[in-house]
């Protein structure tokens, strides 16, 4: 649960201070918000991941793929709306693609974790 909470908390503050808290946190200064953001998506993810272990899923195998995944994703996605012209077009078309690659393959995950837990009835 400590682990959990340090990864949201910490991925929350990286999220709302991108360029102040690389040097609080004594990371490598980055002259635009893009990678301390994915950095705080990460951990959103992983926290994420951790309390879904902590409320009796197992580890963070699939359920904790699946959070990271769409997390990120979700981050990146947003990160890319948010701030278009700090990106150039090639730039854009990259991180887009790995965007939509990383939401599909979270979205899969999900779906096949459904599945794995539709039992059949044996009527």
């Known amino acids: 649960m400590i682990d959990a909470i340090a990864n949201l908390a910490i991925g929350a503050l990286l999220l709302a ?3 102040g808290t690389d040097r609080l946190l004594g990371l490598p200064v980055s002259p635009a918000a893009f990678y301390p953001s994915l ?3 990460v951990l959103l993810g992983i926290g994420g991941a951790l309390l879904l272990a902590r409320a009796g899923r197992p580890g963070l195998g699939l359920d904790g793929a699946i959070t990271i995944n769409l997390v990120g994703a ?4 947003a990160w890319l709306i948010a701030r ?3 990106v150039p077009v090639r730039g854009a078309i990259v991180l887009w693609s790995v965007a939509a690659v990383v939401l599909a393959i979270g979205a899969v995950e999900l779906v096949h974790r459904h599945r794995t837990d539709v039992r059949p009835t044996g009527d």
Request: proline fraction near 23%; charged fraction near 0%.
């Open 74 to 77: 979700g981050v990146l996605v």
């Open 17 to 19: 201070f991108p360029l």
């Open 84 to 86: 278009p012209p700090v």
């Open 39 to 41: 950095l705080g998506a």
